[in-house]
């Protein structure tokens, strides 16, 4: 079985590049972030065309998540439990082959003196108190999505250029540890313990070419999942296709 996440910054304007690379990778399950359309909005018959199953939730012109499933969705659920005044787009989640798979596009948290980080660390502990809600019921779960978090020094090509943004902030990873603190796993740097990969080059000052980068889009495993990690992938080559995103694919692939 194998799931992706990918913040495709808006699905419209990537279409060709995202249906393309669906064709060519296959996963079986998809989440796709930062989709900016509404729900009734999304390009249904192009996914659909693909044999993809489609769990949608949009927002215009912002944010937006999606589930794409090679098999049937089941009990669905939009929208991160915890606050419901919270009207943003950015939480999927339903299971698929007997996996739970939450996708997710974590705030980003910029600029930080406003309350935009605040917003950010709530959202972070909503998530924390989903994990834990997933493991207690004893929940086969991923979350994978754009976390808009560099958990360490050599998740970034230049560090020091990080030094006080919110994806990078002491709180920000303190959070992000206190969800592996719960038992889950960071898939691709579990299966890649010494290696340097990106996930996300800005559009400024041709990061890309410089492979001036940071790991920010993360596949996190509940224990039953870690035991069937088999390889998980940083597929870049859409990254440097034209009209690209500024994120690339990440890929885990599950043993049955």
């Known amino acids: 079985m194998r799931i992706a996440t990918w913040n495709v910054?808006?699905?419209?304007?990537?279409?060709?590049?995202?249906?393309?690379w669906l064709r060519t990778a296959d996963p079986d399950v998809a989440v796709l972030q930062e989709i900016k359309c509404e729900t009734d909005?999304?390009?249904?018959?192009?996914?659909?065309?693909?044999g993809y199953n489609l769990l949608i939730h949009g927002q215009k012109s912002y944010n937006g998540v999606a589930l794409l499933a090679k098999a049937p969705i089941e009990d669905p659920l939009t929208g991160l439990p915890g606050d419901n005044a919270d009207?943003?787009?950015?939480?999927?989640?339903?299971?698929?082959?007997g996996v739970r798979v939450g996708g997710l596009y974590l705030p980003n948290g910029n600029p930080v003196a406003t309350e935009k980080y605040p917003y950010k660390l709530g959202w972070?502990?909503?998530?924390?108190?989903?994990a834990e809600t997933l493991l207690a019921a004893g929940q086969p779960f991923v979350m994978g999505?754009?976390?808009?978090?560099?958990?360490?020094?050599?998740?970034?090509?230049?560090?020091?250029?990080?030094?006080?943004?919110?994806l990078f902030l002491i709180e920000t990873r303190r959070r992000f540890r206190a969800l592996l603190n719960l038992g889950l796993t960071d898939?691709?740097?579990a299966l890649n313990p010494t290696a340097i990969?990106?996930?996300?080059?800005?559009?400024?000052?041709?990061?890309?070419?410089a492979d001036n980068g940071i790991r920010i889009d993360h596949l996190l495993s509940s224990p039953e999942i870690a035991d069937r990690l088999d390889?998980?992938?940083?597929?870049?080559?859409?990254?440097?296709?034209?009209?690209?995103?500024?994120?690339?694919?990440?890929?885990?692939t599950l043993a049955e």
Not at 12 to 17: I, V
């Open 9 to 20: 910054n808006s699905v419209k304007a990537r279409l060709p590049n995202v249906l393309d």
């Open 124 to 130: 972070m502990d909503r998530l924390r108190a989903r």
């Open 187 to 189: 898939s691709w740097r």
């Open 231 to 252: 390889a998980c992938i940083i597929d870049r080559e859409p990254r440097g296709r034209d009209k690209a995103s500024d994120h690339t694919p990440v890929i885990v």
């Open 87 to 97: 009207v943003q787009a950015r939480y999927v989640e339903a299971t698929v082959r």
């Open 145 to 166: 999505g754009d976390f808009n978090v560099i958990p360490e020094e050599r998740d970034a090509a230049d560090p020091a250029a990080w030094v006080g943004d919110a």
């Open 197 to 209: 990969g990106y996930s996300f080059w800005d559009y400024q000052n041709r990061a890309w070419q």
């Open 41 to 50: 909005g999304f390009p249904r018959f192009e996914f659909e065309a693909l």
